[in-house]
């Protein structure tokens, strides 16, 4: 473990198997310094052991940056359950990750991630109160994606501000990728001031909608990352700034809701010296832990939730600032800001 290539000082790496419902989950805790570990439940069918793992590792220490860059009260943590979500869920396994979770006695706290809906969810809640996401309850912070969304549009205008000279995106032209949750919420704001979209999904009926209601234009999925625009705004799936796709883009900005953009590590130097602004992902779609931590506190409250946003946009500022003005990339300063903020908390 020690020598694992993604193992990155984490504070404990916890395996679970539960026999009767044929659960296999780990839970990484990267840091709780800034407070209780909290990150999604990912379920996926891994093709070995070792990449479940790897999975975890990487995912638990993002967690960190993220919760870290929104200011908020919680370390860093990512659950992953070894199976498929399509065939191998039952009520019984998630009551087992829900023992194993408070067996951790509150280090940990989980909410869905890609393969894990709300109802999984409230069953794993039947056996533990560290959980969050959900649609009941007293603290229930419910649907995340319109405050995500609305991280997203307000941290596109500080790209603008830095790369244009303005903040105004009216005229702007904006291609967005992917218009489901996020992507959707997004436009109507982007529309609300006057920019100029293009739009594309998988799902043509979401599409369509979107430009109903936003005046936008359509463009073929295939075709998004070649729009002569200012902006391009991902909201889908993640690793889409790649080297085939970086020589592709005309714009000044790359900054959207969707997470882990960059295909790889490098990709943020090459955006740099494409003069391309990007807006770290974990940074700009920081809105929905946000709303998730306000459940968490066990009192959701909207002003708490609308006050940390607006730190996030600070702290999105103090990012581009820095890295402008000391010509690095934008990922490798944000990074840097997150493991200063998790060695002041250790540090005390
Ligand atoms: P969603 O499923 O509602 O929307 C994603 C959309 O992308 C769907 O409409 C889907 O059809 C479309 N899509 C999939 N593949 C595509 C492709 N190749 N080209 C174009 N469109 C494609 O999900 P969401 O909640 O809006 O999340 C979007 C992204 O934002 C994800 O990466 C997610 O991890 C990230 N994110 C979401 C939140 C949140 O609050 N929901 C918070 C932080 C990060």
Redesign the pocket.
Known sequence: MFDHPSYDHHEGVHFFEDAASGLKAIIAIHSSALGPAAGGCRMWPYATGEQALRDALRLSQGMSFKNAMASLPLGGGKSVIWGNAKTDKSPALFEAFGRAIESLNGRYYTAEDVGVTTSDMALVASQTKYVAGLDTGAAASGD??P??AGGVYRGIKTCAERAFGSADLSGRTIAV???????GYLCDHLAQEGARLFV????QE?VTRVCERTGASRVN?DDIYDVDADIFSP????AVINKATLGRLKVKVVAG???NQLASPDMDSALREAGILYAPDYVI?G??IINVAAEISGEYSRSWVMDKLDVLIETLGEVLDEALKASLPTNLVAERIARQRIAAAKRG
């Open positions: 995340p994606s405050i995500t990728q992917g218009v489901g949750s996020v992507g594309c999904d998988i799902d979401t999925t909201n889908a799936l993640g809701g969707a997470n779609n809105g929905g």
